[in-house]
């Protein structure tokens, strides 16, 4: 019988290939390994009894088998790079969360849906070397996850934790302290400290605080080469305009990497040969540029529907946009019946604004839903949704529990102020 292990020997041979002197002995020795054995042997029946031995877990006679216990698991940095952060009193539970944090950044490239169909063509260089060369990063990276850590907590109404307050503290001093020096722009570790910090506000709904970010990363973006630079780095760009719309999105005002745009063509196309039969067309009165990037989302939509799976759980916490919401609620009382005869866009509209930004506790949202719905089960509602623009493992669950909401509350007029 074949053992188990495999060894390997290495013969150094002269540069016309022949082997070494006295390395032609060793070589037959190798071949002949276990040709001249006797089953009958002394040597073959103590190697088998060893080999049935070590196979024998040692388990004491009075005592019954039990289950392993497992280990404790170790923090995966720990484990992976044997050396000292570059910050004092790093304690397990922080190394902890900052192996989670680096291990969803580097998941996230392949499990997103979103990053996978956008094709970005870039991969940004790994930020994992700085936690042991940079402090100021480090602890940015300690306040974002034990941030996240407060956002899973029920107190995290109360703003944020201690830990998250220290370390939000101590990456602000040192970011100072950095800001002094001369090219400090040219710092990439100081452009993704910001990032950071800028999510954080955002994060706690703190709208003042993260538009004084968002300045100094335009700053720096524009010392760098503005349009040029963020055309060079499309991960960063990705990444920027998505915290751009977000502060877009809740204050009303410009987005401050705004680029200028080239054209409103469709750039999305549809992953089907022919669109689904079901699919929500457009009136056709809707401006073309409302239209073009309605079928990119549309498309980008069917696109993402079959990259899901049911484990698939969309990570997150829900930001406060005050502005599109007055938005939202305005346009309800001035659209009046045009947009209550299109039954499939209205109830889009709707259901998408009360699981993203609005509540269906706030007295607009929830009377015009009332009145949407009437006469409506969830699964014609949910037929409605998805011919529009719709992610079944996303919306389905929070769209049921804002339809079920509805039967709990009082029905009432469409809202008129």
């Not at 991969?123 to 956002?151: G, N, P, R």
């Not at 934790?161 to 800001?179: D, E, I, N, W």
């Not at 607009?364 to 409605?384: F, M, N, P, S, Y």
């Amino acid at each position: 019988m074949t053992s188990q292990y495999v060894q390997f020997d290495f013969i150094i041979s002269d540069p016309v290939s022949n082997p070494k002197p006295g390395k032609s002995l060793q070589i037959r020795s190798r071949c002949m390994l276990g040709r001249n054995k006797h089953e009958g042997s002394r040597r073959t029946q103590r190697e088998k009894r060893k080999i049935a031995n070590e196979m024998i877990p040692s388990v004491p006679s009075n005592r019954t088998p039990r289950r392993s216990t497992p280990l404790p698991t170790k923090p995966l940095i720990k484990d992976l790079v044997p050396i000292r952060f570059a910050g004092r009193e790093i304690d397990p539970e922080a190394e902890i969360l900052l192996a989670d944090a680096f291990a969803f950044n580097f998941l996230a490239n392949d499990v997103t849906p979103l990053e996978r169909c956008t094709n970005l063509d870039c991969l940004e260089s790994a930020c994992f070397s700085w936690l042991f060369t940079d402090t100021t990063f480090l602890h940015s990276m300690l306040c974002a996850s034990y941030a996240i850590k407060d956002f899973k907590s029920p107190q995290s109404k109360d703003g944020p934790g201690v830990q998250t307050t220290f370390h939000l503290q101590a990456t602000l001093s040192l970011l100072r302290v950095k800001m002094q020096k001369a090219f400090a722009h040219q710092d990439e570790s100081v452009l993704r400290v910001i990032i950071n910090l800028t999510l954080l506000a955002i994060g706690f709904g703190d709208w003042a605080t993260a538009a004084t970010h968002l300045e100094g990363l335009h700053g720096i973006v524009q010392l760098r080469g503005d349009a040029a630079f963020l055309e060079e780095r499309p991960t960063l760009h990705f990444k920027l305009d998505r915290i751009d719309l977000a502060w877009s999105l809740a204050s009303g005002r410009k987005p401050y990497f705004m680029q200028p745009v080239k054209s409103w063509d469709c750039r999305i196309r549809c992953p089907y040969p022919t669109p689904p039969p079901n699919l929500y067309q457009p009136s056709a009165a809707w401006d073309y540029r409302i239209l073009n990037v309605f079928k990119d989302f549309q498309n980008l939509t069917l696109m993402i529907n079959p990259m899901l799976t049911t484990t698939f759980q969309l990570p997150g916490r829900r930001i406060p946009y005050a502005w599109v919401v007055e938005q939202l609620r305005t346009m309800c009382i001035t659209a009046g019946s045009e947009i209550r005869q299109d039954k499939s866009l209205l109830l889009w509209v709707l259901f998408t604004a009360s699981i993203t930004v609005a509540r269906t506790h706030d007295t607009w949202i929830r009377d015009a839903l009332k009145t949407a719905v009437a006469g409506l089960e969830w699964k014609d509602v949910q037929a409605h949704v998805s011919r529009v623009m719709w992610i079944g493992l996303v919306h389905d669950k929070p769209g049921q529990k804002a339809y079920e909401r509805l039967s709990q509350a009082k029905s009432s007029p469409w809202p008129t102020s």
